[in-house]
């Protein structure tokens, strides 16, 4: 008889058995487990910070009015440093490390406790009442996680480091949503976008691991709870054509404005944030409090509420002024430079927007309306259509629309384009690029090449200083 077998010698040696392959395995599914655990613990902690905002507003409701300055002040002062990286949603942070594999430039965005200190100021943010999210930090976060768990099993090659980026972004917003097809969908069309990173088999079951155990302790619910709408072939599609023209419309002036660059009538914003990033900061927090005064408070932190009773056609919903009151605090949000998303806020401004066209529409289930603009305006503003119709669909438990709002989100990308060529996400990236490049060179040292991220000349949009908080995005 043979000393050992062909076939089992060959089996053993095929790839899936391969150590190195197992480690990786381990580490990425390891990592899932965590972001899904910090994303669980930051969901617990949002709720509980903006909880403890509504208790001091209850004390009055001129609080906010020296609060949220404050705040907003001291939060553009703590990250003008060291902990500049936490600014904005963290999305684009997580682009541009893809794009960029310099070991520093990684660690810079990355590092255990830029996503600690992401976590915690934007806590402080909810407390203050900024209108931000946590789904966009997330991501932050859980890229910094998996790239750390990389470096400590040894996948120190860049393009190794890159895979783990990317899935660590994924699983983070799955596990944010309570999502995980919204996570990989997000995954290959926002954070891969342009370039070519394989998002493998193995990738995919570390999305899923996290997404198992989100779901495992948090439950089988949807987000925004099961929402029973549909809509028929036949003139209730007006309902798509306006939801997505108009609110495509208005995610993009949304991108347009919190883009900020320094040409055109924006530049004197911009200028000003650039000089005075402190006191402009305090003015944010005092125009987003003198909102919320004007608007009944509804206009504090990501919305949730507001776009649950919205969707759900609660007996009590905000007024018809939400819609454009909301997405004003999140413009002031954004340009106080703090940590913090747009993902949840988006939506909010996108159910108040639907509530609004619905009027318009009373042969048309309103609930369908509103779904539809949820799903348009985040599409607008994230430049991401296929995300943005995944999303609404999970967060509601919704298959009946899955057309209709698949619609509205390619025409919303269309019309936001108009006002917003480059998505959101992917300007800020870019910007982060150049900062990165620009400091290469004013090291007289060659900067590495890298590929841009969407832009295919000259750019419109000249990356801001050392001292401005423009390359900071929110989601």
């Known amino acids: 008889m043979p000393a050992s077998n062909p076939r089992l010698q060959a089996l053993l040696g095929h790839e899936f058995f391969a150590p190195q392959q197992w480690k990786r395995r381990i580490a990425l599914w390891s990592g899932a487990v965590l972001v899904a655990l910090a994303a669980i613990l930051f969901a617990k902690a949002s709720t509980w910070a903006y909880e403890v905002f509504l208790g001091v507003l209850a004390q009055g409701v001129w609080i906010p009015l020296i609060l949220t300055p404050l705040v907003f002040g001291l939060l553009s002062w703590i990250t003008a440093g060291r902990f500049r990286a936490t600014r904005g949603s963290g999305i684009p942070q997580a682009i541009a490390t893809l794009h960029v594999e310099d070991e520093s430039f990684r660690k810079n965005m990355l590092s255990l406790p830029i996503a600690a200190g992401k976590m915690l100021l934007t806590l402080i943010a909810l407390a203050a009442g900024a209108s931000i999210g946590r789904e966009g930090p997330t991501v932050h976060v859980g890229a910094g996680l998996f790239y750390t768990f990389a470096r400590r099993f040894g996948f120190t090659d860049p393009k190794a480091a890159s895979r783990f980026i990317l899935a660590g972004g994924a699983a983070g917003i799955a596990a944010a949503f309570n999502t995980p097809l919204a996570g990989v969908v997000f995954a290959i069309e926002e954070l891969a976008g342009t370039f070519e990173h394989r998002f493998s088999g193995l990738l995919l079951t570390a999305v ?210 108009l006002l917003s060529p480059t998505p959101v996400y992917k300007d800020f990236a870019e910007r982060l690029v150049q900062d990165f490049e620009r400091q290469q060179a004013a090291r007289h040292m060659p900067p590495e090449p890298v590929e841009h991220i969407g832009r295919s000349s000259a750019f419109d949009e000249p990356a801001a200083p050392a001292d401005t908080p423009a390359p900071q995005e929110k989601p």
């Open 208 to 417: 899923i691991v996290g997404g198992v155990v989100s779901l495992g302790i948090m439950g089988n619910y949807a987000y925004f709870g099961k929402v029973e709408a549909s809509l028929t072939l036949g003139h209730a599609w007006v309902a798509v054509l306006l939801c997505g023209v108009v609110c495509g419309l208005l995610g993009g002036l949304f991108a347009r404005l919190i883009l900020l660059s320094r040409r055109g009538p924006l530049a004197r914003i911009g200028a000003l944030r650039a000089r005075w990033p402190v006191a402009f900061a305090t003015g944010c927090g005092l125009v987003l409090a003198v909102l919320g005064v004007l608007f009944h408070g509804s206009v504090y932190g990501t919305g949730y509420d507001q776009a649950r009773a919205i969707v759900q056609q609660a007996a009590v919903t905000p007024g018809p002024g939400f819609g454009l009151a909301k997405l004003g605090a999140n413009v002031v949000s954004y340009w106080a430079g703090i940590p913090g998303g747009i993902f949840s806020p988006a939506l909010a401004v996108g159910a108040g927007l639907g509530q609004n066209i619905a009027q318009f529409l009373p042969g048309v289930p309103a609930a369908a309306v509103v779904l539809l603009g949820m799903s348009a305006y985040l599409s607008g503003v994230t430049g991401a259509p296929l995300t943005s119709a995944v999303i609404a669909m999970e967060l509601t438990d919704n298959q009946a629309m899955v057309i209709p709002v698949m619609a509205a989100c390619l025409l919303a990308r269309a019309a936001s384009s």
